[in-house]
């Protein structure tokens, strides 16, 4: 890749702020959670959402796609969805010479941002089905494997309240989001804003301000900024420390996790808060990044054993903790 | 040409970040230095602190030269380790950029620059850095708190101030044994095995048989080998004698004109039972000593040795009023400076007062005649209870002639003169007498290695 100017860095961080106010007319507030989104993004990596039903998670990821000027998919999952429905199927097709054949029909995986709505609704069959598809970035039907499109997003949202008849997701699969973001209820005077905007004719039109060549670049860009070994090792002290047999200097950790964070949190950490330097416009990365990023990051990949289960222990409280005792 | 402009541009950045860490460097040094003398000082007043806890236990001396080097040792050392160990520099930078708030640019440039020098953001680091460090106010990096470093060291002066009240730098207790500068405890419990170190002693030493003889001719009851001869009971009499003759010296002299005895042998027994608790002169109080003897007594001064004989002449002189003082002989002073003068002139002049008034006293009890032979009782009183003084002089010297026999190194292997009842009732009272607190350790396993070397022929 040819030499990065201070210009073109600038005109890219741009960009990307435009793109944030671009969103920001349709979703009102969410601002950590639309910037988290744009991290994933640049990361190049899948998010997993979690929230009540309608805080406005389909229409962020459909608002997205369009700024993005990205192929957008909505997949509903549910308990009898299979998993060619997901990633498509060969049917039999008969030419105008009466000549019959198979032809590939591409499933809603076949797009570069896609939604999958309550992701945990559907059977672990299913679920796997999407495996391939988010870490791999291609998938394989009847033995021949296609590649998808570049860039290529999995935004799976799931509720966290209905409980009954859904398929709690595989660790394997879970670890495979870069981030796992809470969508909040709104405030006061964004709820207000929402009303407003949504209850009347007038229909907000949103520009693309960014095309899939321009996010691959910039992506690519994410990935050379500079971390220093001080930073990298703090991030790996916090990945340790999430580990209960890692000799984890928290007593939350200890008491409460079953499993720490994988080295796949290890890299997340780091990618993300790459993203989030070249993000605001910086060119290294900072303690204030990875701490920034490390709740997103890794607050999937801990899982409690009974004690915590039990006890109702929020996997954010002991991330919290576990960053004030990990000194710098 | 732009290229060459960009070049140089590039290069007076670098050299501005260069000059920056350099500063940060210096900075770093200053308080370093700073911190290594405040740690020395801490240390060199903590070892002293030691020393003179450890001097309780193990006995050395303590000079001004070893105190002098055990402050500017660690000092020294504090101050060399500062100027001379390497300063991490990238633990420098990494604390210089948390400081500042530089979101770790600076480390991340100096790292990348060294390591990495073609990553695409390294150009933009460099301009944003220098920006950084034009326009950022830097002054608290590494700031030397000159108050905080201050007041640290006068605490440790005032302690060290406070700490010389116990130990003594002077040297007023340095003797000519090269046995210096010991606290007057030491100083007093070590006295009595000090004597040989004298030069008339050693002379004396030197003539074989001479002390046997001066001891036989001073001591002719003891000499010949009398069975009253119980070195055990002495050990209490000396050990005390040694720390609270002042006090009992007086209640010895009171009871002496009390009992107005001329016959000091026939009191013996009761003497020497009383003393058991805590009387003195039990043992020799039956050598019912002229005024001769005393003399001869005093004339064995001469070595230095016998200062208590003096003091206890002194008091007497003192007690009578002075009236006799130009008829007594002058006394030697020559072994002045090698025994132990603690002794206060408030004491001394209490001691006096209590004399006089226990004098005024009992020239008023004996009160049966007219007042001339009040004044002669009180006459004769005061010459016994000068003889008693007198004994106690002789007996100090009894001990210490014993121990100057025993101990004197030159004679080792030869002849003792003495019997072997009297050495092995000697030896006992001595290796009895090491049990006692006072005594340094490893004088008491020297005496005691002594003893036990001794073989009987």
Redesign the interface.
């Known amino acids: 890749m040819e030499e990065l100017k201070v210009n073109q860095v600038e005109e890219y961080s741009k960009l990307l702020t435009d793109a944030r106010k671009e969103i920001a007319k349709v979703i009102v507030g969410q601002q950590d959670l639309i910037e988290n989104v744009f991290i994933a993004i640049l990361c190049n990596g899948n998010v997993l959402l979690e929230g009540v039903p309608g805080l406005g998670k389909t229409l962020l990821v459909k608002t997205l796609g369009m700024v993005l000027d990205l192929d957008y998919s909505r997949i509903q999952f549910t308990p009898d969805l299979m998993p060619a429905d997901i990633i498509g199927t060969n049917i039999l097709m008969e030419s105008d010479e009466g000549r019959r054949y198979f032809e590939f029909k591409e499933g809603p995986i076949f797009a570069q941002l896609v939604l999958v709505d309550e992701v945990n609704r559907a059977t672990p069959k299913t679920q796997s089905a999407l495996l391939e598809a988010m870490q791999e970035r291609r998938i394989t039907v009847a033995g021949v494997t296609r590649q998808l499109k570049e860039p290529f997003f999995v935004l799976a949202t799931q509720n966290p309240l209905e409980m009954e008849g859904t398929y709690p997701l595989p660790e394997a699969q879970v670890d495979r989001f870069l981030f796992k973001l809470k969508v909040d209820y709104p405030e006061f005077d964004e709820l207000k804003e929402i009303v407003a905007r949504t209850t009347v004719n007038e229909l907000v039109d949103v520009n693309s301000i960014i095309d899939s060549d321009q996010l691959q670049k910039i992506q690519y860009m994410v990935r050379d900024v500079p971390v220093a070994t001080e930073v990298l090792e703090y991030a790996i002290k916090l990945i340790i420390a999430s580990q209960p047999e890692g000799g984890s200097e928290s007593d939350s950790v200890k008491k409460y996790v079953r499993y720490g964070s994988s080295p796949r949190g290890a890299q997340a950490l780091i990618l993300a808060a790459k993203a989030r330097a070249f993000l605001h416009n910086r060119y290294n990365v900072s303690y204030k990044d990875i701490k920034a990023v490390v709740l997103p990051s890794l607050r999937h990949r801990l899982l409690l054993n009974f004690e915590g289960e039990a006890s109702g222990i929020d996997v954010d409280n002991i991330i919290t903790d576990l960053v004030s005792q990990v000194e710098v | 040409m732009v290229n060459k402009s960009e070049k140089l541009s590039e290069g007076l950045l670098e050299y501005e970040i260069q000059q920056f860490i350099k500063e940060m460097i210096a900075k770093y040094r200053r308080k370093r230095i700073l911190k290594g003398l405040v740690l020395g000082i801490l240390s060199a007043f903590i070892l002293i602190f030691m020393t003179y806890f450890l001097r309780i236990y193990f006995t050395f001396q303590i000079s001004a030269v070893l105190i002098l080097f055990l402050m500017t040792l660690p000092i020294g050392i504090g101050l060399i380790l500062a100027v001379v160990l390497p300063i991490p520099v ?1 633990e420098l930078i ?1 604390a210089v950029d ?1 400081k500042i708030e530089f ?3 600076l ?3 100096y ?2 620059s060294e390591q ?1 020098g073609d ?7 460099k ?2 850095l220098v920006s950084f460090i034009e326009n950022k106010e830097i002054t608290d990096v590494f700031k030397v708190n000159i108050h905080r470093e201050i007041r640290i060291i006068v605490i440790i002066l005032v302690s060290f101030i406070f700490l010389t009240i116990w130990i003594d730098f002077s040297g007023v207790y340095q003797t000519g044994s090269g046995r210096n500068n010991l606290s007057p405890v030491m100083n007093e419990e070590d006295s009595f095995v000090e004597y040989q170190s004298t030069e008339s002693s050693r002379e004396r030493l030197e003539q074989p048989g001479q002390v046997e003889e001066e001891f036989r001719r001073e001591f002719p009851e003891i000499s010949a080998s009398s069975p009253d001869f119980q070195p055990d009971n002495l050990s209490e009499v000396e050990v005390d004698d040694e720390f609270d003759w002042d006090e009992q010296e007086l209640e010895k002299g009171e009871s002496t004109i009390t009992e107005q005895s001329d016959d000091y042998s026939s009191e013996e027994r009761e003497s020497s039972e009383s003393s058991e608790e805590g009387g003195e002169y039990r043992d020799l109080s039956d050598e019912n000593q002229t005024e001769e003897e005393s003399e001869s007594s005093k004339n064995q001064t001469e070595d230095g040795i016998e200062e208590d004989s003096e003091r206890s002449e002194e008091r007497s002189e003192d007690s009578s009023q002075s009236d006799e003082e130009g008829e007594r002989p002058e006394q030697s002073r020559e072994g002045e400076g090698s025994r132990p003068t603690d002794r206060s002139d408030q004491n001394e002049q209490e001691e006096i007062d209590d004399t006089e008034r226990d004098s005024s006293d009992l020239s008023e009890e004996p009160g049966t005649g007219s007042s001339e032979s009040n004044r002669d009782d009180f006459q004769s009183l005061d010459q016994d209870y000068e003889g008693s003084r007198l004994k106690s002089g002789n007996e100090s010297n009894y001990y210490n002639r014993y121990v100057e026999e025993f101990m004197r190194p030159d004679i080792e292997g030869s002849e003792s003169g003495l019997s072997s009842e009297e050495m092995n009732s000697f030896r006992d009272f001595i290796i009895n007498s090491l049990e006692d607190e006072r005594i340094p350790a490893n004088y008491r396993d020297m005496v005691r290695d002594y003893f036990n070397k001794i073989i009987q022929e």
């Open positions: 990238r990494a948390r979101e770790e640019m480390i991340t440039y790292e990348y990495k990553n695409p953001y390294l150009q933009l680091l301009n944003r």
